[in-house]
């Protein structure tokens, strides 16, 4: 689709786009614009379509407080890689049950200060790290990473397996 195809119109307000173009008059670039109204929308869209499912908001996809407080207000669950994360979810009042822990390489102090804080729900993708998942967060629930090689056709997924949880 070329330039000339994509309407602005479609993705933004003649308002916000008036604001958003005042906003920017003295800014350098580049610089980050989020508009929560877009990610509050599509939030909403996501849990309407997929009314089964536990949101889970990639806390690396953006450390900004207000898009976690807005997600946080909305509902959403959290999975986050980092102790930072955690601690930064905790101090937005996010219960431990809305945490999962997902980074691929976890230290056993890091697991152990999840688990104290009351997170339950880890990802894992090899077998050392279920070994530490076993030994510093016992009983709690892992999804895991499977890498299905396809050599004939020279594809590779990954799939996400897991129980109701």
Known sequence: MGLDMIKRENYITETDWKNLNDFAKDKETPFLVVN???IKKHYEELVKN???AKIHYAMKANPS???QTLLHNLGS???V???FELRRLQSLG???NKISYGNTIKKIKDIKEHYDAGVRLYVSDSEAD???LAKAAPGSKVFVRILKVNIEK???DLALVDEEY
Do not use: G, M, T, Y
């Open 94 to 96: 996010v219960s431990p």
């Open 50 to 52: 997929f009314p089964k």
């Open 154 to 156: 020279r594809q590779v």
């Open 65 to 67: 407080v207000e898009v």
């Open 81 to 83: 890689a980092s102790v």
């Open 77 to 79: 669950h959290f999975d």
């Open 130 to 132: 279920i070994h530490n």
């Open 36 to 38: 929560l109204n877009i």
